[in-house]
């Protein structure tokens, strides 16, 4: 957004957006004068959903989420068709009994009725009032249009739904209906009537729902109730038919005796393994396996023989050999070892091996009636087992049948029981449920403060966001180019400079440079023309190019003017300058010309070139003839370049854009390029090619914005 044109742009329309609001304001003062009193009533409705001291159970949780649902169900439902038309009946019912104090004048519908035909009407309403009907359209169909006496009263429903206010306090029990109108007891009366009319239907209604509610669920009850009856007889008369009082019990009693048994039974096989273990072992001690009891001191007798033989043989040696100390030695060897081991034999052989025997044969015995003792009581065990197991065996094939007995019967308990809860729930909802009453009633009150000064600021902010929003409508809406940042923004390239609009006929660029009036006109345009000198001068010698091509979008923009301005503007900098342009199209008749023109076609032709002071003018062929159909390409080069070794800069004045193919053909041959665009123009869609187009030229410099307004 170009913020610099929208505020000139406000600027321009400053008045309309200070007369507006003026004018507005005055207006709505006037209006405002004569404005009714407005007079408020409310009326509070406690609900005891929030209050603790009227909820029987003091201690109960609170769930906020499910208490803010229900107040605004309660507050939607004062809004219901059928509770502003019950509201609405007693409101024509009250107007018609008392046409003395009725709340509001009578509209013109109900004034033409005579006094009969309000009696007639007072009927009908009551009747309606008391079937509670709903007030539509349909009703203007009979002897009178109902519906359309209500509305002409300002009792419609959604004149009295707009003008009811209903709110409810964050974290408060209490709901508060709110009416304003211009009669104080018209106010009272509503807010009353109808916290009163809602108390009653809703309750009525609640009533209802809840009867209707415990009759279907105790229908439910009783067929729950006899559901769990059939399924627990089922479950007796099956226990009954199979001699199980509790099967449970009775199988896990089995199971522990059958456990107890497989205990003793691995007991006793312990305890014959034992006393067969041990009477092997006796047996084997009797049997003369075993050197204690078969004479233990065979084997050392035996081994002392063999000592004694070796100690005979020793001495023989001894006494053979001539009593060598040797032989001396070994027989004192052998007889240390004969005198140890029957010490040792002593030792060991101190109980009489015959008393020995005599106590194996008491243990043998002992031993051997207690296995055959085990052996009859594990006969007993295992016939025990066999019982019992028998026994355990026959109850499981009926285990699964009464699990699924006593599955349904326990399934329809937990069914009954919930459906129980759920009447006892709903019975203790509907006498300690819900309970609406008036908490204060709403009373005729003092007039509301005016809202005149409201009315006021209203229609001043008003009004003048309206008149902004129009000024930038008109802002968004014009697409004019009026300064260099808007071309600039509309092109997607550079502005190079700007220059202001010549007004005066007297276009010679000379006279405008040697102005010494004081034309403000004229000194500004010097200036602006000077800086685009500067910034195409900087362009052109960076690379050392000296042909300029000045073209525009369309014809008319003024690129000619400026092709000679700048002629001349670089003939003060002492620069050489050739100008081929269209002949100016406006100079005073008595001026002279800035310089003799010649032919560029001519030049063409012959080369020949009349150079003039520092400025030399050649003239375009007006009869818009094509370049390469008058020259080659190469023979079109060779005379540039005979231009470019004569002149320091050359200045063409290519034609429009709109005629792009003869404006291709002279930009072929400048070096550096820039367009003119006229202050005030659009670029119009058509155009935007021929912007794309000049901007992808590689010695594209930027725009020029033309004929701009000077700001006075």
């Given at each position: 957004?170009?913020?610099?044109?929208?505020?000139?742009?406000?600027?321009?329309?400053?008045?309309?957006?200070?007369?507006?609001?003026?004018?507005?304001?005055?207006?709505?003062?006037?209006?405002?004068?004569?404005?009714?009193?407005?007079?408020?009533?409310?009326?509070?409705?406690?609900?005891?959903?929030?209050?603790?001291?009227?909820?029987?159970?003091?201690?109960?949780?609170?769930?906020?989420?499910?208490?803010?649902?229900?107040?605004?169900?309660?507050?939607?439902?004062?809004?219901?068709?059928?509770?502003m038309n019950i509201l609405a009946y007693n409101l024509m019912i009250h107007d018609l009994e008392n046409p003395k104090k009725s709340f509001r004048k009578y509209?013109?519908?109900?004034?033409?009725?005579?006094?009969?035909?309000?009696?007639?009407?007072?009927?009908?309403?009551?009747?309606?009032?008391?079937?509670?009907?709903?007030?539509?359209?349909?009703?203007?169909?009979?002897?009178?249009?109902?519906?359309?006496?209500?509305?002409?009263?300002?009792?419609?429903?959604?004149?009295?739904?707009?003008?009811?206010?209903?709110?409810?306090?964050?974290?408060?029990?209490?709901?508060?209906?709110?009416?304003?109108?211009?009669?104080?007891?018209?106010?009272?009366?509503?807010?009353?009537?109808?916290?009163?009319?809602?108390?009653?239907?809703?309750?009525?209604?609640?009533?209802?729902?809840?009867?209707?509610?415990?009759?279907?669920?105790?229908?439910?009850?009783?067929?729950?109730e006899a559901t769990m009856n059939e399924k627990n007889n089922a479950l007796a008369a099956f226990k009954k038919n199979k001699g199980f009082l509790n099967l449970?019990?009775?199988?896990?009693?089995?199971?522990?005796?059958?456990?107890?048994?497989?205990?003793?039974?691995?007991?006793?096989?312990?305890?014959?393994?034992?006393?067969?273990?041990?009477?092997?072992?006796?047996?084997?001690?009797?049997?003369?396996?075993?050197?204690?009891?078969?004479?233990?001191?065979?084997?050392?007798?035996?081994?002392?023989?063999?000592?004694?033989?070796?100690?005979?043989?020793?001495?023989?040696?001894?006494?053979?050999?001539?009593?060598?100390?040797?032989?001396?030695?070994?027989?004192?060897?052998?007889?240390?070892?004969?005198?140890?081991?029957?010490?040792?034999?002593?030792?060991?052989?101190?109980?009489?091996?015959?008393?020995?025997?005599?106590?194996?044969?008491?243990?043998?015995?002992?031993?051997?009636?207690?296995?055959?003792e085990q052996k009859r009581s594990l006969t007993i065990i295992n016939q025990q087992l066999g019982i019992l197991r028998a026994k355990y065996s026959s109850m499981?094939?009926?285990?699964?049948?009464?699990?699924?007995?006593?599955?349904?019967?326990?399934?329809?308990?937990?069914?009954?029981?919930?459906?129980?809860?759920?009447?006892?729930?709903?019975?203790?909802?509907?006498?300690?449920?819900?309970?609406?009453?008036?908490?204060?009633?709403?009373?005729?009150?003092?007039?509301?403060?005016?809202?005149?000064?409201?009315?006021?600021?209203?229609?001043?902010?008003?009004?003048?966001?309206?008149?902004?929003?129009?000024?930038?409508?008109?802002?968004?809406?014009?697409?004019?180019?009026?300064?260099?940042?808007?071309?600039?923004?509309?092109?997607?390239?550079?502005?190079?400079?700007?220059?202001?609009?010549?007004?005066?006929?007297?276009?010679?660029?000379?006279?405008?440079?040697?102005?010494?009036?004081?034309?403000?006109?004229?000194?500004?345009?010097?200036?602006?023309?000077?800086?685009?000198?500067?910034?195409?001068?900087?362009?052109?010698?960076?690379?050392?190019?000296?042909?300029?091509?000045?073209?525009?979008?369309?014809?008319?923009?003024?690129?000619?003017?400026?092709?000679?301005?700048?002629?001349?503007?670089?003939?003060?900098?002492?620069?050489?300058?050739?100008?081929?342009?269209?002949?100016?199209?406006?100079?005073?008749?008595?001026?002279?010309?800035?310089?003799?023109?010649?032919?560029?076609?001519?030049?063409?032709?012959?080369?020949?070139?009349?150079?003039?002071?520092?400025?030399?003018?050649?003239?375009?062929?007006?009869?818009?003839?094509?370049?390469?159909?008058?020259?080659?390409?190469?023979?079109?080069?060779?005379?540039?370049?005979?231009?470019?070794?004569?002149?320091?800069?050359?200045?063409?004045?290519?034609?429009?854009?709109?005629?792009?193919?003869?404006?291709?053909?002279?930009?072929?041959?400048?070096?550096?390029?820039?367009?003119?665009?006229?202050?005030?123009?659009?670029?119009?869609?058509?155009?935007?090619?021929?912007?794309?187009?000049?901007?992808?030229?590689?010695?594209?410099?930027?725009?020029?914005?033309?004929?701009?307004?000077?700001?006075?």
């Amino acid at each position: 957004m170009d913020i610099k044109s929208l505020l000139k742009l406000i600027n321009k329309y400053k008045w309309v957006l200070i007369l507006v609001p003026i004018i507005a304001v005055t207006i709505t003062y006037f209006l405002v004068q004569n404005l009714p009193k407005q007079y408020s009533s409310e009326v509070q409705i406690s609900t005891g959903l929030l209050d603790p001291s009227k909820k029987v159970i003091s201690n109960e949780n609170t769930d906020f989420f499910q208490v803010s649902q229900q107040f605004n169900q309660i507050m939607e439902k004062f809004k219901m068709k059928k509770i502003m038309n019950i509201l609405a009946y007693n409101l024509m019912i009250h107007d018609l009994e008392n046409p003395k104090k009725s709340f509001r004048k009578y509209s013109e519908k109900l004034d033409s009725l005579n006094a009969q035909n309000r009696a007639e009407l007072i009927q009908i309403f009551k009747e309606k009032l008391a079937t509670k009907s709903i007030l539509t359209l349909s009703d203007n169909n009979g002897k009178y249009k109902l519906y359309n006496l209500v509305g002409s009263m300002g009792y419609g429903e959604e004149t009295l739904r707009k003008q009811i206010e209903i709110n409810h306090a964050d974290n408060s029990d209490l709901i508060t209906l709110e009416y304003v109108s211009e009669n104080p007891e018209l106010s009272a009366y509503v807010v009353n009537t109808l916290a009163a009319d809602f108390i009653s239907n809703y309750s009525s209604e609640i009533s209802f729902n809840q009867n209707n509610s415990i009759v279907l669920l105790d229908s439910l009850l009783k067929q729950k109730e006899a559901t769990m009856n059939e399924k627990n007889n089922a479950l007796a008369a099956f226990k009954k038919n199979k001699g199980f009082l509790n099967l449970d019990e009775q199988s896990g009693s089995v199971y522990g005796q059958i456990t107890q048994y497989e205990a003793q039974r691995a007991d006793a096989l312990t305890k014959i393994q034992s006393n067969q273990g041990a009477l092997s072992v006796i047996r084997s001690k009797l049997n003369g396996n075993d050197s204690y009891t078969a004479g233990s001191t065979q084997a050392d007798n035996r081994e002392l023989i063999r000592l004694k033989g070796d100690l005979k043989i020793a001495t023989d040696r001894y006494v053979d050999n001539g009593f060598k100390a040797s032989d001396q030695l070994k027989i004192d060897s052998i007889n240390r070892i004969i005198v140890r081991r029957s010490n040792q034999n002593a030792d060991e052989n101190v109980v009489d091996p015959r008393a020995s025997r005599q106590t194996l044969i008491a243990q043998k015995t002992a031993l051997e009636i207690s296995l055959e003792e085990q052996k009859r009581s594990l006969t007993i065990i295992n016939q025990q087992l066999g019982i019992l197991r028998a026994k355990y065996s026959s109850m499981v094939p009926y285990d699964a049948d009464i699990q699924n007995y006593q599955r349904e019967a326990d399934l329809a308990i937990k069914e009954y029981t919930t459906a129980l809860d759920q009447v006892n729930q709903n019975r203790a909802g509907q006498s300690l449920g819900l309970r609406l009453q008036i908490e204060q009633l709403g009373l005729p009150g003092n007039p509301e403060p005016s809202k005149k000064i409201f009315y006021l600021l209203g229609a001043g902010a008003g009004s003048f966001i309206a008149s902004f929003g129009f000024v930038l409508l008109i802002f968004f809406l014009d697409h004019k180019i009026i300064s260099a940042q808007q071309l600039a923004n509309a092109t997607r390239s550079k502005t190079l400079g700007v220059l202001n609009k010549i007004e005066s006929n007297e276009r010679n660029i000379r006279d405008i440079w040697n102005d010494k009036d004081g034309n403000q006109n004229f000194e500004l345009y010097r200036d602006m023309l000077r800086s685009l000198r500067f910034e195409i001068n900087n362009q052109m010698d960076a690379d050392g190019s000296k042909i300029l091509g000045i073209t525009s979008l369309v014809a008319g923009e003024g690129k000619t003017f400026l092709c000679y301005s700048l002629a001349y503007a670089f003939a003060m900098t002492g620069k050489k300058v050739l100008l081929i342009a269209d002949e100016l199209p406006v100079i005073k008749s008595d001026s002279k010309a800035l310089a003799t023109s010649q032919n560029f076609q001519t030049f063409l032709i012959k080369k020949e070139i009349h150079t003039e002071d520092l400025i030399t003018i050649m003239n375009k062929s007006k009869a818009r003839e094509s370049l390469l159909e008058i020259q080659s390409i190469k023979s079109l080069q060779a005379g540039f370049d005979v231009l470019k070794d004569e002149f320091d800069t050359i200045i063409v004045d290519v034609n429009a854009l709109q005629d792009i193919n003869i404006a291709k053909e002279w930009l072929l041959f400048t070096e550096k390029n820039i367009s003119v665009f006229e202050a005030g123009n659009t670029i119009k869609d058509s155009n935007k090619e021929f912007v794309d187009y000049i901007k992808k030229l590689p010695g594209f410099l930027g725009w020029v914005l033309n004929k701009t307004q000077v700001q006075s």
